[in-house]
């Protein structure tokens, strides 16, 4: 697609403004700052989520070893104790009954050892049957290499298994045979093959072929590496964070990584597998669907699944190195990730905080079998207070309809919109196939179409001088339709120095057929998190808008259409969400 010049112009600064400050790596240290200590009665919690999980003060970025055992379930995180920025990290832990309200309790692991003296990095927890938690994570040793090490509880009874022991035969995994040292990273979860050998991968890179290198065990201490990866993939760069776990082909029950220990009838033996790598060179989280071949320890993606930065995202916006894991109370799989701050730097350390996690997930796999669909876990509607509602109310063009009635800084809204006139959709150039994200930027909130822009305007000032827009847009390409969805921060903020990126994504619907689409928004202070289509695709921003200074300001919560064809609200539904409990045990 061709755009004018003062297009392309905004784009460079876009990309510029990315490589200064927009896409943080998560292991960027600033020295000055990694210790700059911060009093909780000082912290500032203008922009601080409420019913998202984050500790009270501090640095956090990925999630780490997420378990239910022994009916609890298990947070672990990297976290500064000592500062607002990266640097000095170690695994805190943090337990809950509910995956909603939580207890903190003391860290989990620390840099002591030769193995891990200079860091502890990303991992994964696998319940050993009969003996219960192992966790395989990342140590920077002595030699400042990369390699694999484990821990274990001290004391399995403990519910909330508040110390863990680093065995001396560490690291159980190391650098050789051509690996690089320093980029050789984040195990996954262990399972079990029916030949009784465990299974893990390791994320890494040969030059710029991404890959992720498989081990086995006979008992999950002694790793050999196999003499092939599992998967690899040419210029794509380093895998952060991989994640391989089986789905089955219909319905929302999740499955076991150690599957053949897992009860099963006979409706559920077809499973396919995800596999998720986190991308270092772009920082977003990308996956294939398709088939791990036992039998000869390859991961084969689906002739339809793209396998590369232009594939499928769990999210199309600020949301990175997500970990997922089995969970045996509702036999379901819950995927959690990190949401970066996108403020500047000296912002983090004035507010005494950074880094924040999405709502966990359930992820199943969709009935046409090319994507997984993502909901937030159903305990979140435990915080749910305060209702309104709206039903068969018609947005003509230019229209914009207020929410009321609920808090609009903490808001759960779900609205289904009925479409019409499909057939007066603006042509698509299917150029804009590859880059939905520079489409949505093309074609924002504020630029008139056909089939919308329709969605919510949310965290918005009355006078629209601030806003986030999550909107869907629908175009005609030959007989069918193409549905793209939106979440433009562009007019997040007043504040001009600040990273405000306009998201976007392709929504696998026939809307033809269906004649509408439901967008739910979790909309928490300083974070939106946007499903489209029942979580076809999801959106995450993550925005500061300075109305939220003034604490006398309102804000206001909007449904709005900026397209020529009327738009209906056959419902929405908003509640306004009560604050988590996130306590300290420590």
Known sequence: MEFPTQFRTLLLFFFFFDMRQGVRGSHELF??????????????????????????????????????????YHFLYQYNPRGAVWGNIVWAHAVSVDLVNWKIVEPAIYPTKSFDINGCWSGSATILPGKGPAVLYTGVDSRNRQVQ???????????????????????????????????????TTGWKASDGKWRTIVGSKVDRMG??????????????????????????????????????????????????TTPVNHIDRCVKHVLKVSLDDTR?????????????????????????ANGLRYDYGSFYASKSFYDDKKQRRILWSWVNETDLISDDIAKGWAGVQTIPRSVWLAKNGRQVVQWPVEEIESLRGKKTEMKGLKLKQGSRLEVKGVKATQTDVEVVFKVSGLERAEPFDPSWFSDPEKL???????????????????????????????FFRVFKYRSKYVTLMCSDATRSSLRSELYKRSFGGFVDIDIKKRQQISLRSLIDRSIVESFGAKGRTCITSRVYPTLLSDEKAKVHLFAFNHGS??????????????????????
């Open 31 to 72: 020295n000055e700052s990694r210790s700059v200590a911060v009093e909780l009665s000082k912290v500032d919690n203008r922009y601080k989520p409420v019913y998202h999980f984050r500790p009270p003060k501090n640095w956090m970025n990925d999630p780490n070893a997420p378990m239910y055992f022994n009916g609890i």
């Open 149 to 187: 090490n484990i821990v274990f509880p001290m004391n399995v009874s403990d519910p909330y298994l508040r110390r863990w022991y680093k065995p001396d035969y560490n690291p159980v995994m190391r650098p050789v045979d051509g690996i690089n040292a320093t980029s050789f990273r984040d195990p």
């Open 211 to 260: 890959t992720v290198i498989l081990y086995r065990s006979d008992d999950f201490i002694h790793w050999k590496k196999a003499s092939r990866p599992l998967h690899s993939v040419m210029n794509t760069g380093m895998w952060e964070c991989p994640d391989l776990f089986p789905v089955l082909c219909r319905g929302k029950r999740g499955v076991d990584h150690n599957r053949h």
């Open 284 to 308: 977003y989280d990308y996956y294939t669907v398709g088939k791990y071949h036992e039998d000869s320890d390859e991961y084969v993606p689906n002739l339809n699944s793209i396998d590369n």
């Open 440 to 470: 949505c930027a093309h074609k924002g909130a504020e630029v008139p179409g056909k089939v919308g822009p329709f969605g919510l305007l949310v965290l918005a000032s009355g006078n629209l001088t601030e806003y986030t827009a999550v």
């Open 565 to 586: 064809e009327t738009v209906k609200i056959s419902n929405l539904k908003a509640w306004e969400m009560r604050k988590a409990t996130i306590v300290e045990d420590v």
